[in-house]
């Protein structure tokens, strides 16, 4: 996808406010922009339009407002840049667990949107990939741990050495055209079922 052809939302009860970002971020090239003036059923739109990037402008946010938006920002898996005219230490940590990616206190001006656009795709981005590459290691992880255990069985029940137990697996999952993870699940859950 074209960077341009971004579908964004733009969540903003103020109209005069909302026109900004949006005057914003079509100077900067961006046609599929959105702006809904009303957050309640939020969810509903997000869920039709599948925005790319979401900016919500929040002018005076209070405490349930901005829980409602935290808990929805938790569940989109997408861009989202945050605008508010004021912020404690609790509304920014609750915005970073959220997944907000960019939290911008009392900066609303149009020549600032698209970078803080630009920031808020790249700072997700790099995110995801770091949420990918912990998921992909804790997976690697636990393949591993069965891999050790499956060898560990059979060393018991074959009376063989780790290599020879290591070979056997690698062995059957080259004939089984299978994982060798996937052959080490099975050595584990068949263990299990004659003990």
């Not at 003036?37 to 901005?66: K, S, Y």
Request: charged residues 30%; glycine residues 4%; proline residues 2%.
């Amino acid at each position: 996808m074209a960077y341009l052809d971004l579908t964004i939302l733009v969540i903003d009860e103020n109209a005069i406010r909302a026109s900004i970002i949006e005057e914003g971020l079509r100077e900067a090239g961006h046609a599929k922009v959105t702006v809904v003036h009303e957050v309640n059923g939020i969810a509903r739109i997000i869920e039709t339009l599948q925005p790319d990037v979401i900016f919500i402008d929040l002018e005076n946010p209070n405490r349930d407002m901005m829980e409602h938006l935290f808990q929805l920002t938790r569940t989109v898996g997408r861009p989202i840049a945050m605008f508010v005219d004021r912020s404690d230490t609790a509304s920014i940590e609750a915005a970073v667990d959220a997944g907000v990616s960019a939290y911008i206190v009392d900066g609303l001006k149009k020549e600032r949107v698209k970078p803080i656009l630009d920031m808020a795709v790249s700072r997700f981005n790099a995110f995801s990939r770091l949420q990918r590459e912990l998921a992909d290691a804790k997976s690697a992880l636990e393949e591993r741990k069965i891999v050790e255990r499956a060898k560990g069985i059979l060393m018991k029940m074959r009376g063989i050495s780790e290599e020879q137990a290591f070979a056997l697996l690698r062995q059957t999952a080259m004939n089984e055209k299978k994982k060798m993870s996937d052959i080490a699940q099975s050595v584990v859950t068949a263990a299990g079922l004659l003990m």
